[in-house]
């Protein structure tokens, strides 16, 4: 993988933090800490990108005739159907 080299300015507080982190062991320098930061953020995204997908589908869906039990119901059958 190409790697790209970036300059960036924090404040202390964020520098004695992200070295905190280092220092506990949960990164071996500050590149893994940002590239990790950068990743979970990637994931947030996606998320959130899937969960507006749902709720748009839901949106242009309409409204049910279905009682929220009803609704409850099928939504747990569907999830043990896909969850086993």
């Known amino acids: ?3 790209t080299r970036k300059t960036i300015t924090i404040p202390s507080a964020m520098e004695s933090w992200v070295k905190a982190q280092i220092a506990m062991g949960r990164y071996a320098n500050d590149s893994e800490y940002f590239r990790d930061l950068i990743r979970h953020d990637q994931e947030r995204h996606a998320v959130e990108t899937k969960l507006r997908s749902i709720l748009d589908e839901a ?3 309409g409204l049910s005739e279905k009682s929220i039990d009803q609704i409850w119901t099928e939504a747990e059958a569907r999830h043990l159907a896909k969850n086993g």
Do not use: F, Y
Request: neutral net charge; hydrophobic residues 50%.
């Open 59 to 61: 949106e242009a869906s």
């Open 1 to 3: 993988m190409k790697m």
